[in-house]
């Protein structure tokens, strides 16, 4: 069982940066899959990206790729989101998930486990 806190949402302009934090109670988090996912009003939860166990190997939704950056630190159990040119369409809750599966978590069907989430908005 893994438990996910997700923090560092709030308000910002656009132009702007935020970090997410999410932080995974467990032993084995270091095995775990991590990914980011949104959901916006009034639309479905979307993947944003994802990293594997090691942070060798990391994914980007084509909407945030170049813009937002995933890392994890293992020895903390914590896996962050850095979003910077921040635009109003990243408007959404952002949600940390996990998943024992290798490979590139696409779907919100992928994941094993969800926090419940940290909303960013983005103002124009």
């Known amino acids: 069982q893994v438990q996910l806190v997700e923090t560092g949402g709030g308000l910002v302009q656009a132009g702007g940066s935020l970090r997410l934090s999410c932080a995974a109670s467990g032993r084995t988090f270091s095995s775990y899959t991590m990914g980011w996912f949104r959901q916006a009003p009034g639309k479905v939860r979307e993947f944003v990206s994802a990293i594997n166990w090691s942070g060798g190997s990391t994914y980007y939704a084509d909407s945030v790729k170049g813009r937002f950056t995933i890392s994890r630190d293992n020895a903390k159990n914590t896996v962050y989101l850095q979003m910077n040119s921040l635009k109003p369409e990243d408007t959404a809750v952002y949600y940390c998930?996990?998943?024992?599966?290798?490979?590139?978590?696409?779907?919100?069907?992928?994941?094993?486990?969800w926090g419940k989430g940290t909303l960013v908005t983005v103002s124009s």
């Open positions: 998930a996990a998943t024992s599966r290798g490979g590139h978590p696409g779907s919100p069907r992928d994941m094993d486990y």
